[in-house]
């Protein structure tokens, strides 16, 4: 076995410099990755956490798999450090440094296809999961609840809705029901990408849209978005209808909904939550569905 001290000077100096490198590459994709998560957990409000989670984890995870990537290049350029036939700069050393590029690259390129094609269902359950964290009036203290599509509607003026209606913004609206204070976030409405039924991924986008449908008076009616897979490249087109209802013709509507409960034997109930996954509940009749839902405590039902 040849000692490092039997090589030449440039190669004991180059394989020095191959060791400490691949070390500071591989310390500085860890540090990178723990600065990261650092950052994430001093964000105390769920709305910047989603935010930053969303436009900086895959950058900072490039970052991490780059460190990564030229660590095993340096790491291939160690190879035959050992052997005693190569105490000698020849054309193998530079054909080792193609390998070592060539280890690198491929290492930044499955980084590439991972973070594109794989990542993204555990980003899209990450961010679902911030979300619809339930959110707490930081006024009062008292828990807030999320409103459906129909009942955010009364509190989203006409310019918002109308954002809605296209899908190019998507509100949440968040309502303390004891003092009444309502929180309203803004979420880009094709922020992630939907899950593609062919390949499983979430890699479905929306390519186009356009208006199929006008009311009389021309505004739009129904919109058909066309989706295309960035993996499989599988395509689809899904029609949207516009609602033209008003706040008020919410508030109607609420007042005017009767219930045929009279052929109802059972109400199953059941529950999707990114805490605590799926739950089911069956009651005898809608008023003890109701009641049940009135009372429901997501938190404290995890907990059990």
């Known amino acids: 076995m040849q000692t490092i001290s039997e090589l030449s000077p440039f ?20 540090l990178i990755y723990l600065l990261h998560q650092l950052r994430v957990a001093l964000i105390k409000d769920f709305k910047a956490k989603y935010d930053y989670i969303n436009s900086q984890e895959v950058q900072w995870y490039k970052w991490v798999f780059y460190c990564i990537g030229a660590g095993v290049g340096l790491m291939i350029n160690l190879y035959g450090s050992g052997e005693r036939v190569l105490n000698v700069v ?27 094609f794989y990542y993204p269902t555990k980003l899209n359950a990450k961010l679902k999961k911030w979300r619809y964290m339930p959110r707490v009036n930081p006024k009062t203290g008292n828990r807030m609840r999320l409103l459906t599509e129909e009942e955010e509607d009364v509190h989203l003026d006409e310019g918002k809705k109308s954002e809605e209606d296209i899908f190019s913004i998507d509100y949440d609206v968040w309502i303390d029901e004891k003092s009444s204070d309502i929180h309203i976030e803004k979420y880009q409405g094709h922020l992630t990408a939907l899950r593609c039924n062919n390949c499983g991924f979430f890699t479905m986008k929306v390519t186009q849209e356009e208006i199929s449908q006008q009311y009389d008076d021309g505004s739009p009616k129904e919109m058909i978005k066309h989706y295309r897979c960035e993996y499989c490249k599988n395509v689809r087109a899904t029609a949207f209808p516009i609602s033209r209802k008003e706040s008020e013709d919410y ?54």
Do not use: C, P
Not at 11 to 30: E, N
Not at 96 to 110: H, K, P
């Open 11 to 30: 190669l004991q100096a180059w394989y020095t410099a191959m060791i400490i490198g691949a070390i500071l590459m591989f310390t500085l994709g860890v």
């Open 90 to 116: 020849g054309v193998w050393f530079f054909v080792r440094i193609f390998f070592g590029i060539a280890g690198g690259v491929l290492v930044g390129y499955v980084a590439k296809l991972v973070l594109q």
């Open 251 to 304: 508030k109607a509507l609420r007042g005017s909904v009767k219930r045929n409960t009279k052929n109802i034997d059972a109400v199953r109930i059941e529950i999707h939550s990114v805490l605590s996954g799926k739950r089911f509940y069956e009651f005898s009749s809608l008023e003890q569905a109701q009641k049940f839902l009135e009372e429901f405590d997501l938190d404290k039902s995890a907990k059990s």
